[in-house]
């Protein structure tokens, strides 16, 4: 593992710690504040732990901790790494789970109650309503804000309480050097629309998921309208990034609107011609990723949530950005922070996510239904 400077891990240290100081009633809160959270989160049929000590005491009990994750491997395999040296009473083994069949299965194995051979799942955003019921309700928002847990209140679900955001991702415009200039790349996405970008130009996702993140910024009239005008530029429809994202750097394609930033990373780090250049286009699209929870039915729900806590704190942060740039937008010092800092960002964040669905609907519609031309 590539370790990171000191001046760096110093930054993302203090900075998570700030994170933490960020609401008033953190880390220092009084006797009667505790208190009162925890018989309002009852009160509401959520568990609220008032000690992380009896959260520990509890999970070293279990013993074990099971894990599905849409993690890369390796990413996974260093949060393990160093969960295991912090509680090293723990048993952990998690895997890589992903695509949108397996979402789905795990899905129907949670709604005929066979899925009992984990404790953390990840919760896809195309079936995020869906997947909350099955998961333990634990007030995990509460416990932040009450210092109990060592998680940024901000990655965690004001609704849903229960469920943590562990990364972010966001959108970028990818290109060849040798096919197309870096300086005829516009800053803006408006800047597609122009003609000289019109016919069969660039490539783009059928799935509308990179202008589906503009909604919480532009708003659900405006995507939609932005969507029916770069249809109107005709350009190649595709499913599939990576495999593209290949193709592009053997010289097949110039450009390629909205691919994941970290796939088109990955990418690049193992092409064997530095061709592929990405841009990063104002507004930014980005989103929450890797959303977690305790399941309902976990056999060890208390080292889940040292789990969830664990990846969402500074240590755990630090990891996930220094092995896939993954630390979320709000964790400052990130790879995301620092792309997106002095720029125009459109966070598809909790409030947005019940709600996903429907905006890539709706774009869809003013695409015209197209049918992907390469597969």
Known sequence: MKLLSLTKIVLFVMTGTLLLRGSPSLAASAGPALSKAKQEAEAKGYTFLASHDEIVARAKSEGKLRVISSQEEHAIKAVVNVFKQKYPFIDVRAEEIGGMENYQRILQEMKVGLAKTWDVNYLAFDFYNEFLPYQRKFDILGMAQQGVLRIPPKLVDPVNRHVVAIQSNMQVVAYNKELISGDKIPDAWEGFLTPEFKGKKFLLDVRPKPFAALVPLWGLEKTIDFGRKIAAQEPIWYRGET?????????????????????????????????????????????????????????????????????????????????????????????????????????????????MGRYEEEIVKAYGFPRAERK
């Open 243 to 355: 495999r593209l994202l290949t193709q592009m750097v053997a010289g097949e394609f110039a450009l390629i609107l909205g691919p994941n930033y970290k796939s088109t990373k990955k990418v690049q780090s193992k092409s064997p011609k530095p061709t592929l250049e990405y841009k990063v286009v104002d507004p930014v699209p980005a989103r929450l990723s890797e959303v977690q929870a305790v399941l309902g039915a976990a056999a060890n729900p208390y080292a889940g949530l040292l789990w969830l806590e664990f990846q969402a704190s500074a240590e755990g942060q630090k990891i996930l950005d220094e092995v896939d740039e993954a630390a979320t937008i709000y964790t400052p010092g990130s790879v995301h922070e620092q792309l997106t800092r002095g720029k125009r960002v459109s966070v598809l964040a909790w409030e947005h996510f019940p709600k």
